[in-house]
C-alpha cells in the first residue's frame, strides 16, 4: 500500500473514531501525533501499520486511545498486543445492553503470597448476570496462578505486592466478560507483559503492503460481532460460523487476526458448557 493511501486510510479511521467518541471540531493531524505519542509503550518508531491496527480495534469496542482506555504494545513482527486499561474494561462491560449485574464472591482462606506487602484472599469469583440467559457467567481465579512477584534486577514492588485483592478482582472480571459477551482480541496490561515475555500468542497484525485485502472493514464490520457470539456457544458452533463466512481474502485475513482470541473464547465455552451449573476455574495460558 502506498504512502498517500496510507495516509488517508489513518486520517479516515481517526476522523470516523473521533466522530463515534464525541470528539469534534478536532484535527485528525494533530489527533495523530497525540496518539503515537501517548498510546504506543514503545521507545521505537511507531509505523503507520501499527497505527492502523491499534485504530480498527479501537473502533470495534469504541473505546478512546487518547485518554489510554486502550493502548498497545508493539512487538517484534511490526503487530501489536491492543491492551485495555481497567477505565475501558468497565467501559465495554457496562455498556453492553445484555449486562444484569456483576458480584463478586472471596475466598475466606487468606494468603500471602512471596513478597507481598498484605494478605489477600486465596481465590475470586466473579459472577455476570446476562439479561438474556438463565444461569450467571462465573469464573473463578485463584491467586496463585495470576500473582506476579517483583520483577527486574533490584525487584522493586509492584501493584500486585501493594494492592493483591484489587488485582485479582480485575483479573476475575475481563476474564469473566470474555466469557458472557465474547470480547477477543484485547488484553489487559499484565496479560500483555505475559505475552510480550513468552511469544506465546499470536498478535494484531500490523497493516502493510497488499496484506489488507480490499473491503477488508466491511467484511470485519459484517461478521465479526456473530463469529463473536458464536464462539460464547463453543468450539462447534464457532467453527460452523467460520466454514460459513465468504470465502476470499478478506477471510483469510479476517482469521489470522481474531482466531487465536476468538478460539480462546470458544475453548473457555466448552469447559464451562460440560459442567453447566459449577464453577469455572480459569488458568491463564
Request: hydrophobic share 35%; charged share 20%.
Amino acid at each position: 500500500m502506498n504512502a498517500p493511501v496510507q495516509t488517508n486510510l489513518i486520517t479516515a479511521q481517526i476522523s470516523q473514531l473521533s466522530a463515534v467518541l464525541g470528539l469534534h471540531n478536532v484535527d485528525p493531524a494533530e489527533l495523530e501525533q497525540t496518539l503515537i505519542q501517548t498510546a504506543f509503550k514503545s521507545s521505537t518508531q511507531i509505523t503507520r501499520e501499527q497505527m492502523g491496527a491499534l485504530l480498527i480495534v479501537a473502533s470495534q469496542y469504541k473505546l478512546n486511545p487518547w485518554t489510554k482506555e486502550i493502548y498497545a504494545f508493539p512487538d517484534k513482527s511490526k503487530g501489536i498486543i491492543p491492551v485495555v486499561g481497567v477505565d475501558g474494561w468497565s467501559r465495554i462491560i457496562n455498556s453492553n445492553p445484555n449486562l444484569n449485574g456483576i458480584e463478586f464472591v472471596f475466598s475466606d482462606n487468606m494468603v500471602r503470597m512471596n513478597k507481598a506487602k498484605v494478605d489477600c484472599p486465596e481465590w475470586v469469583d466473579c459472577l455476570i448476570y446476562r439479561k438474556d440467559r438463565d444461569r450467571p457467567t462465573v469464573v473463578r481465579e485463584y491467586l496463585d496462578e495470576v500473582y506476579r512477584e517483583p520483577m527486574g534486577a533490584n525487584g522493586y514492588a509492584g501493584p500486585w505486592q501493594s494492592h493483591p485483592k484489587r488485582f485479582l478482582r480485575h483479573k476475575a472480571l475481563i476474564q469473566c466478560a470474555r466469557l458472557a459477551f465474547g470480547f477477543v482480541g484485547i488484553y489487559d496490561q499484565d496479560e500483555a507483559e505475559r505475552i510480550q515475555e513468552s511469544g506465546t500468542i499470536k498478535t494484531v497484525q500490523g497493516q502493510t503492503d497488499n496484506v489488507i485485502p480490499e473491503g477488508y472493514q466491511e467484511f470485519e464490520n459484517e461478521h465479526l460481532a456473530h463469529l463473536q457470539n458464536e464462539a460464547q456457544f463453543g468450539s462447534s458452533r464457532l467453527q460452523n460460523a467460520y466454514v460459513a463466512l465468504p470465502k476470499g481474502d478478506c477471510k483469510k485475513y479476517f482469521w489470522t487476526t481474531h482466531s487465536v482470541a476468538l478460539k480462546q473464547v470458544a475453548e473457555l465455552a466448552d469447559q464451562a458448557l460440560s459442567r453447566q451449573g459449577d464453577t469455572y476455574d480459569h488458568s491463564p495460558a
